[in-house]
């Protein structure tokens, strides 16, 4: 089977379309698709989803799918020295999900690996983690509980990394942001 193909333009033949998402490699300039970009542009598709670490500078690689518009989202961990990416973005033209660079890795290499999600139990990313690199752990409970009361799966941070405890009763449940969509009708 031959891969190679004799130009970008052929090597993208038959694989774009209005509204499909484009993961882009990279970081900064360094090791960006800048020929495939320019194709990408020339094509004419519009409504794109773009998976980039961010948007390079102006006038450059996926920049210049932004000065067409073409791209509706990027999903990005840095904004950086790229102005019209800031500023289609603060005017309200451009969604972003902004991620935390090791998120986003994350997400892609999950992907890549065939997990579609990791957003199951989210709540547990960071503090055993935490627990582990520090020198001394005191964790926050609501309830204390004697051992094997309660499902070992609900416990987040294993006890052998904590070292002092706090029982702080019910506390309220706070939203960062409500997001919830219509239920079909029944």
């Known amino acids: ?21 484009i993961m882009s490699g ?6 960006i698709a800048e020929t495939l970009s320019d194709a990408i542009r020339d094509s004419g598709v519009k409504g794109l989803t773009v998976v980039s670490n961010n948007a390079g500078v102006d006038g450059i690689g996926l920049s210049r799918l932004l000065e067409t518009r073409q791209i509706k989202k990027m999903i990005s961990s840095y904004v950086g020295e790229n102005k019209l990416f800031a500023q289609q973005y603060l005017a309200g033209e451009l969604e972003l999900e902004f991620n935390p660079q090791g998120t986003l890795a994350e997400r892609i290499r999950a992907g890549g690996a065939g997990i579609p999600a990791f957003y199951r139990k989210t709540a547990r990313n960071f503090n055993p983690m935490m627990a ?16 094997g009361e309660i499902d070992p799966d609900h416990i987040h941070t ?11 009763g019910t506390a309220k449940k706070r939203i960062e942001f409500r997001n919830t969509r219509p239920r079909p009708a029944a």
Request: aromatic fraction near 6%; hydrophobic fraction near 50%.
């Open 132 to 147: 582990t690199a520090a020198k001394v752990t005191v964790a926050e409970v609501e309830h204390l509980v004697p051992a």
């Open 26 to 31: 990279g970081f900064g300039l360094c090791g």
């Open 1 to 21: 089977m031959n891969k190679v193909y004799p130009d970008a333009k052929s090597a993208l033949d038959g694989l774009l379309k209005d509204g499909i998402m």
């Open 158 to 168: 294993p006890g052998i990394f904590v070292k002092r405890i706090i029982e702080v």
